[in-house]
């Protein structure tokens, strides 16, 4: 779910000429024939064939790290709230509330003088805090202050969320610590590239400490103590494959257990500070992590506390000052690490910035324009027939014993449809929006959620909330909540399309509401039960069979190379492989049980199986930076789009039908070596 805390978000001037508002929004076929490449042989690479001209015709702009067609949808959104947002920003007595605070946002946002004229005086009052530390006894008031206004996720990661035993209630979690780079073996291992990212890394931090004022020679000490630290608490961090295994990640304890892993912390002061002071129960999701970060609470010096803290607020906060801290934030965590060149206009930063701390109330304006009452009838229709796909799935299983086919038959009974945009709207009045006080809305706007969120500590769950803002260009499950949530963002063409035959919506949207689906029954998700429980309702041979197809999988993804020689690390991919495979699998069932009764013709020279799988294909169109491919492999749990197509197809002997693909050519695997887990 997402953890309340700033955005890491750049702001620029700069307004490319080819920006601007959209006062509707642009259509593209979920089915383009111009993405394609005819000449390839799509029994050789099919991901060529479906998205070789897309590939071509649009490389990747110089403010982004990636361009794909989900990329462009996004940024087509974008464009279209910008256009709302300008004219709620006019003013005018005839806004609501909420139009009000949208529109003040984002005005206040796009004054990029005024963020200039500040310079680093959003920081005063954070650094009066740290500086005013007198021992590290006040470490927990200042702790809950910068938790509540900057991030959750400093020092160490502290929030709600429901409880693995009963996911009925919510109970606080403490969770370790996000780190300044992305990934925890940027800090522990040891080849060159690695060795050279993290030298960057340091070179940043000293840098942004001569913005603050700091001499060249306090600023490489501070850099080098809060490198010191995090390869610390990067040592004391469970890997993300990991953190896949949710069991790992249970261990609920009471107060005193929790002050027994850390006794120079004194968590009763945070928990007051915090607003939260009647909290008795936790889950500590790595207590290794916390008993490493006691004891270097223990050894470091009251400075270094300080200078770590500072280091943080100033990370968080750098996007939202003038631009010599925008520029130095942006230099590294997107020009090196990501290799991207430029930086983005300053107003799709703050588009995103209003959908990020306002999002439900940007989320009505975008819903009363652009997600009628007959497109969400549409996919809900659609949404049903993948599901009775997966109940006949479920039923057809060999593998699977009757008494497990039953528990996952009451598990897909029990999942939620959220399609859209949420029942009930979130109410932003108790947050405070200025016209004149950009980097305050940010802080203030930290603040609103993070105090939602801890207020829900103690309380029965409210199921209705969703975790994502309705524009946006995504869609997840969670399996805690056992729900599907599709915004009305990605329910959009060129992904989902009203005007285009079943084919193609059935492999575009249908396939990614198969995905998601299939999240509830994969390696990660098939661990809850119907309710959102934590526990095992497998026989030990059906979940014995489950990792033996589980490792076809995991085998087959392992043999694909990223980039140079990196390889997929397919444990941490093996979620998002197993729902990619199940998602086309559901989708090619629901769409034959919808058109049995209706003939279907071939157009655009592909017969309607053909366009079926191209369909799926061209939701997958990208292109790539070599750095940003390099973080991702360390960092995304998503296989490249190449592989999450040609993957799959070689499991699918659909595919091999359709497209009359021979032994022997790439595209084809043997039967008895193709992958299905669902």
């Known amino acids: ?92 007595a005839e806004r609501n509330a909420a139009q009000q605070k949208t529109g003040d946002y984002f005005a206040a946002c796009m004054d990029e003088n005024a963020a200039e004229q500040r310079g680093s005086f959003p920081l005063t009052d954070y650094f009066k805090l740290i500086n005013g530390m007198r021992s590290k006894k006040d470490l927990p008031r200042v702790m809950a202050r910068l938790h509540t206004d900057i991030a959750s996720s400093m020092l160490f990661d502290f929030q709600s969320n429901q409880d ?64 010191r630290f995090e390869r610390v608490l990067a040592q004391a961090s469970l890997s993300k494959v990991d953190k896949r295994d949710p069991y790992k990640l249970f261990h609920k304890k009471k107060l005193a257990e929790l ?50 803290l500072r280091w943080n607020v100033a990370r968080a906060m750098s996007p939202y000052l003038s631009s010599d801290f925008v520029n130095e934030n942006f230099g590294f965590y997107q020009k090196t690490l990501r290799g991207v060149p430029e930086l983005q206009p300053r107003w799709k930063r703050c588009v995103k910035l209003v959908d990020a701390q306002l999002g439900e109330a940007l989320g009505q304006e975008f819903v009363s324009r652009a997600f009628s009452p007959e497109l969400k009838e549409q996919t809900q229709h659609l949404t049903r027939q993948i599901e009775a ?64 969120q801890l207020a829900k500590i103690g309380k029965p769950l409210d199921r209705s909330e969703w975790a994502m803002t309705p524009p946006t260009v995504n869609a997840y499950y969670n399996p805690q909540m056992n729900d599907i949530n599709f915004p009305a963002g990605v329910l959009q063409p060129p992904l989902y399309d009203a005007k285009m035959d079943p084919a193609p919506n059935y492999g575009n949207t249908g396939g990614t509401i198969g995905h998601e689906l299939t999240h509830g029954f994969d390696d990660e998700g098939r661990q809850f039960d119907a309710q959102g429980n934590l526990k095992d309702w497998w026989s030990k041979k059906d979940g014995k069979a489950f990792m033996d197809r589980a490792q076809c999988i995991v085998d087959q993804y392992a043999q694909y190379t990223i980039i140079d020689d990196i390889k997929i690390n397919s444990k941490l991919t093996l979620g998002e492989d197993v729902a990619d495979l199940g998602g086309l699998v559901l989708a090619w069932m629901a769409w034959k049980s919808e058109i049995a009764s209706v003939p279907q013709q071939a157009r655009d020279d592909l017969s309607p199986e053909q366009r079926f799988f191209v369909g799926y294909a061209q939701w997958a169109c990208e292109n790539d930076r070599p750095e940003n491919a390099r973080v991702n492999a360390l960092t995304n749990p998503h296989s490249p789009g190449k592989y999450r197509v040609n993957g799959l197809m070689v499991n699918m002997p659909e595919f091999t039908k359709a497209f009359s693909c021979k032994p022997g050519q790439a595209m084809v695997k043997e039967p008895a070596k193709m992958c299905r887990v669902w």
């Open 164 to 227: 693995f035993a009963d996911s009925t209630q919510v109970i606080a979690f403490a969770n370790a610590s996000e780190l300044g780079l992305p990934d925890r073996d940027y800090y522990l291992k040891h080849d060159k590239k690695s060795r050279d990212m993290l030298a960057k890394y340091r070179a940043h931090i000293a840098r942004t400490f001569e913005l603050l004022g700091d001499s060249p020679a306090a600023a490489d000490r501070a850099a080098d103590s809060i490198v």
């Open 259 to 308: 002050q027994a892993l850390t006794p120079g912390f004194a968590w009763k002061e945070y928990l007051d500070g915090a607003g939260v002071p009647d909290t008795r129960v936790f889950n500590v999701s790595e207590p290794l992590f916390y008993s490493a970060l006691n004891a270097s609470l223990k050894r470091l010096r009251l400075a270094e506390i300080k200078t770590y």
């Open 389 to 452: 796909a997966m109940k006949e799935d479920i039923a057809s299983l060999n593998w699977m014993s009757d008494a497990t086919k039953k528990k996952a038959q009451e598990k897909l009974a029990a999942v939620a449809n959220k399609i859209g945009y949420p029942d009930k709207w979130r109410d932003y009045s108790s947050y405070n929006v200025s016209r004149t006080d950009f980097a305050g809305n940010v802080t203030r706007g930290v603040a609103f959620e993070t105090k939602r």
């Open 1 to 92: 779910m997402r953890k309340p805390g700033l955005l890491l978000l750049v702001l620029s001037a700069a307004v490319h000429a080819q920006d601007a508002p959209l006062s509707a929004l642009p259509y593209t076929p979920s089915l383009d024939v111009s993405a394609m490449d005819r000449s390839a042989n799509p029994c050789e690479d099919f991901y060529q064939y479906a998205c070789g001209g897309w590939m071509k015709n649009n490389p990747i702009p110089s403010d982004q790290s990636i361009w794909s067609v989900y990329g462009k949808l996004a940024n087509d959104n974008q464009r279209y709230l910008w256009g709302i947002l300008e004219n709620l920003a006019k003013g005018g």
